[in-house]
């Protein structure tokens, strides 16, 4: 005679066969039943195959060229002329909430959730945004820089094939 068991945190059950919470999905209580599981992982975190918390892996804070959306897996690349965006506010469920408190060392704090597109007058690189120097200032310099050098060329050029 074969004995059965609940299926254990991380995985689901159904007709007698236990399966692991697919990725994206975590699986915080014991007895599931679908590969929903308990949910789905929280924004800024990331979770892979039998996770147990939806905060299973926090997207790196100090990688901006990482993010991790709603139900990530994995950390997803931040695209060229993008920059990272974290969150401000992390809403904790009470199931969620218990288990962090049987749980001291989970994750809590997010890492970068989305990304944006860098605005005008500015250029991102591996996810993070850096300022460009105000358009009609660079544009003087151009101008002027421009001007020196025509005048320059100029001078030299009328001296050269002018006769004394």
């Given amino acids: 005679m074969t004995a ?11 007709d007698g066969i236990q399966y692991p919470c697919p990725a994206r999905h975590y699986g915080s209580s014991k007895g599931l039943s679908s ?6 992982c ?12 939806g905060r299973e892996h926090t997207c790196d804070i100090t990688r901006s060229d ?9 950390p997803l690349a931040t695209a060229d002329g993008f920059y990272a965006v974290t969150s401000g506010k992390q809403e904790v469920d009470v199931e969620e909430l218990q288990s962090l ?18 605005p005008r007058g500015s250029y991102c690189l591996n996810g993070k ?30 001296s050269a094939t002018t006769p004394c």
Avoid: D, M, W
């Fill in 4 to 14: 059965q068991e609940i299926c254990p945190v991380g995985t689901y059950c159904q």
């Fill in 35 to 40: 590969s929903e599981c308990s949910g789905i």
């Fill in 42 to 53: 929280k924004a800024g975190f990331y979770c892979p195959v039998a996770s147990i918390s």
């Fill in 66 to 74: 990482r993010y991790c959306p709603e139900g990530s897996a994995r």
């Fill in 101 to 118: 408190l049987l749980e001291p060392t989970a994750n809590v704090e997010p890492g970068y959730v989305s990304q944006e597109v860098c």
């Fill in 129 to 158: 945004i850096f300022a460009l120097l105000s358009c009609p200032f660079v544009h003087l310099c151009v101008v002027y820089v421009c001007s020196f050098f025509l005048f320059l060329f100029l001078f030299l050029f009328l």
